[in-house]
């Protein structure tokens, strides 16, 4: 885990979810979280699908944001992370 602290050295608290732990992610329900950076678009979907391919996930959802700056939305990540087992995020999403 990365903790960003400011530059005035005072650490941001931020509430977070109960983290759950997966035994295996092989035949689990998968969610991905991309933020379509130009530079990720060749990588991105060859991840998505080795995953996939790996894991056989018998449900697979996908939040793509419309830009690469802004976090997704809150109301958006909870329907998300609820209606999945793990999440694959990719850097800055």
């Known amino acids: 885990m990365i903790e960003l602290v ?3 050295g005072y650490p941001r ?3 977070q979810a109960q983290r759950r732990y997966l035994d295996t992610p092989i035949g ?3 969610g991905f979280i991309w933020n379509q ?3 990720t678009r060749n990588f991105w979907p ?3 699908r080795a995953v996939e391919e790996l894991c056989q996930p018998p449900v697979v959802q996908r939040a ?3 830009n690469t700056w802004t976090p997704l939305d809150q ?5 998300l992370s609820a209606a999945v087992d ?4 990719g850097v800055g999403a």
């Not at 109301?75 to 329907?79: A, I, P, W």
């Not at 793990?86 to 995020?89: A, H």
Request: glycine content about 4%.
């Open 46 to 48: 060859r991840l998505e």
């Open 86 to 89: 793990y999440l694959v995020i």
């Open 37 to 39: 950076y130009q530079t």
């Open 64 to 66: 793509y944001k419309s």
């Open 28 to 30: 689990r329900r998968l």
């Open 75 to 79: 109301t958006r990540f909870g329907e």
């Open 13 to 15: 608290f931020e509430e």
């Open 6 to 8: 400011s530059p005035v």
